[in-house]
C-alpha cells in the first residue's frame, strides 16, 4: 500500500501563488497516474488535474485550465501542483491521489490511494 503525503498548502492573497507537493512511499511510482483533487466541507470531491505515469498526459478540470500545471518527478516519487492566479473559489482541501491505472481520469473511483489533504484558503 502506498503512503501519500500532500504538503504546500496555506494561505495566499487572490492573484497569488502556490505548490503543493507529493511524496509517495513504494515501488513503480511511474506505473501509476496520480491526481490531484480537491474538496470543500458539505460538498463532494471534484478533480482538479491528472498526469500519467510518464508525464506525458495532463488533464485539467476546466475551471483550473491554464492556472494550474500538474508534474511529476520519477527520480523523487513526487508529484506537483503548480497553481497560479488563484481565486477564493480555489479555497479548499487539496488530496493527492494515486490512480488504478497508468492514464489520469477524472472520478474519484478510479483512484485506490490517497494523501490526509493540504488546506488552501485564498483571501480576497
Known amino acids: 500500500q502506498v503512503q501519500l503525503v500532500e504538503s504546500g498548502g496555506g494561505l495566499v492573497q487572490a492573484g497569488g501563488s502556490l505548490r503543493l507537493s507529493c511524496a509517495a512511499s513504494?515501488?513503480?511510482?511511474?506505473?501509476?497516474?496520480m491526481g490531484w483533487f480537491r474538496q470543500v466541507s458539505g460538498k463532494e470531491r471534484e478533480f482538479v488535474a491528472g498526469?500519467?505515469?510518464?508525464?506525458?498526459?495532463?488533464d485539467y478540470a476546466d475551471s483550473v485550465k491554464g492556472r494550474f500545471n500538474i508534474s511529476r518527478d520519477n527520480a523523487k516519487n513526487t508529484v506537483y501542483l503548480q497553481m497560479n492566479s488563484l481565486k477564493p473559489e480555489d479555497t479548499a482541501l487539496y488530496y493527492c491521489?494515486?490512480?488504478?491505472?497508468?492514464?489520469?481520469?477524472?472520478?474519484?473511483?478510479?483512484?485506490?490511494?490517497w494523501g490526509q489533504g493540504t488546506q488552501v484558503t485564498v483571501s480576497s
Open positions: 513504494g515501488r513503480l511510482f511511474s506505473g501509476y497516474a
Open positions: 491521489a494515486r490512480a488504478r491505472l497508468i492514464v489520469p481520469n477524472h472520478a474519484a473511483r478510479a483512484y485506490d490511494s
Open positions: 498526469i500519467s505515469g510518464g508525464g506525458g498526459i495532463t
